[in-house]
């Protein structure tokens, strides 16, 4: 029913930049929410920053002010992830929530490694 494909993820220095993104395709609704998770190796997964149809976002505390989540359509979404920092380190995981039914979906992940 819906399909999520992630892109961009890379090796980069700390302080360096890397955009991701999140082809979205089968069926795609206004209202889904969109956005973005990581999973480090041994740690849970956990919520980066979502996006909603009006373009309201939320962010965890750790990416706040450093990564932008954007949404040029219903169908894809980015992560614009600045000022990196080795903790950021973890499998990026586009996600799809529907509003009313709650279903969710994941993408396969990109892996984001942050080093010198």
């Known amino acids: 029913q819906v399909q999520l494909v992630e892109s961009g993820g890379g090796l980069v220095q700390p302080g360096g930049s890397l955009r991701l993104s999140c082809a979205a395709s089968?069926?795609?609704?206004?209202?889904?929410?969109m956005g973005w998770y990581r999973q480090a190796p041994g740690k849970e997964r956990e919520l980066v920053a979502t996006?909603?149809?009006?373009?309201?976002t939320n962010y965890a505390n750790s990416v706040k002010g450093r990564f932008t989540i954007s949404r040029n359509n219903a169908k894809t979404v980015y992560l614009q992830m600045n000022s990196l920092k080795a903790d950021d380190t973890a499998v990026y995981y586009c996600?799809?929530?529907?509003?009313?039914?709650?279903?969710?979906?994941w993408g396969q992940g990109t892996q984001v490694t942050v080093s010198s």
């Open positions: 996600n799809l929530r529907r509003i009313f039914s709650g279903a969710v979906y």
């Open positions: 089968g069926s795609i609704f206004g209202t889904d929410i």
């Open positions: 996006i909603v149809n009006s373009g309201a």
